[in-house]
């Protein structure tokens, strides 16, 4: 049963509790800075759901997030994390057809590590059915974001040579299936741990991305690269823009995993005559409604299609979280990993 509540939005009907356990970061100092704590429940206001967590996503983002060094994130302290899934309890004024309470969905909205979570309906997406919450985890910060890099912005092309940077990772590992998919040829890098996985999932050539000398193996395996996902930044910016073909390569930056590469390459964006575009999943849902609404109805056929398999993340308890982000940080994680707010 709904009900209207004082504040106008529709509400589960029911008690929400007033104060919920989430991971708030008390400070910038890293993941050792996030503590398990009692926190009041958000509620939704005007174009928002309210979301009971049914499984937190955790990304390179929250790593970044818990040193400060992610875009214009919050001041300390707040509620951590970017992505959940989980059951629609609330609904804020503004939020035009309105999914019904109950529904499962997928979206990013800041706080996620937590057992409630106000998020923007524009980026929502429904969990597909016959998947639980954890399942559907990386619809969005994962897929939808390899997909726009691939598609739209990258405008992939079958026979066509793709650089993915960081293929062990959550967009990476996406990225590599979305390529092969679309008919591309993969050169892939990711740490020695990772390549056995990273092959498995279809990369034709996997490199270490922690040789010094990448720049060089990358010439032994093309004669220039078609596309690059670049989400490492400082350490493989300048390999990637000279890797790329002039003219008609087309660079996507979407993330600077080991720090930001301007200064040190701003000048081979003109010498190496390549394009370069930048992709905020996030801003993008919002910037370009239509084109995300695509992207969504693209996804869909993906999982119809069983090109897109349901995630099966390794899953911890809420307090585990400052572990979780310490092994993402050092790259100890293989795949994708979630927090249990109920545990
Ligand atoms: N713009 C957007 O909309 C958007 C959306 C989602 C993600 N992102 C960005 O995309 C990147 C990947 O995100 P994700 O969620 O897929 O992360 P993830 O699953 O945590 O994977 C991160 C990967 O980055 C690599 N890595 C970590 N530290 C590194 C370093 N210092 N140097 C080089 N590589 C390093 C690791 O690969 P190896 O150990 O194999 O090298 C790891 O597999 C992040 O930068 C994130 O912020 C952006």
Known sequence: MDAINQHGNIAKRGDLPETMRALVQRSHHGPSDLVLTHHRRPTARPGDYLIRVGAAGVNFADVMQSRGTYGNGPTPPYVAGFEAAGEIVGVGRDVEDPLPIGTHVIGAGPGAFAEYLVMPHHGVLTVPSGWSDAAALGMVLNWATALAALRPLGEIEAGETVLVHAAGGGVGQAAVRLARHYGA??????????????????????????????????????????????????????????????????????????????????????????????????????????????????????IEDGVYPPGTPETHPLGEGPAVLRDLETRRTRGKHALDPSR
């Open 185 to 302: 040829r993969v050169v892939a890098t990711a740490s020695p741990a990772k390549h056995d996985a990273v092959r498995t999932l279809g990369a034709d050539e996997v490199l270490d991305s922690t040789r010094p000398d990448l720049a060089e193996a990358l010439t032994q395996v093309t004669d220039g690269v078609d596309l690059v996902l670049e989400s490492v930044g400082r350490d493989t910016f300048g390999t990637s823009l000279a890797a790329t073909k002039p003219f008609t390569g087309r660079v996507i930056v979407f993330g600077d995993s080991s720090g930001s590469a301007a200064l040190t390459t701003h000048d081979l964006v003109f010498t190496c005559q390549v394009q370069v575009k930048g992709l905020h999943i996030g801003a993008l849902a919002v910037s370009a409604p239509a084109l995300y609404r695509s992207l969504v109805s693209e996804l869909r056929t993906l």
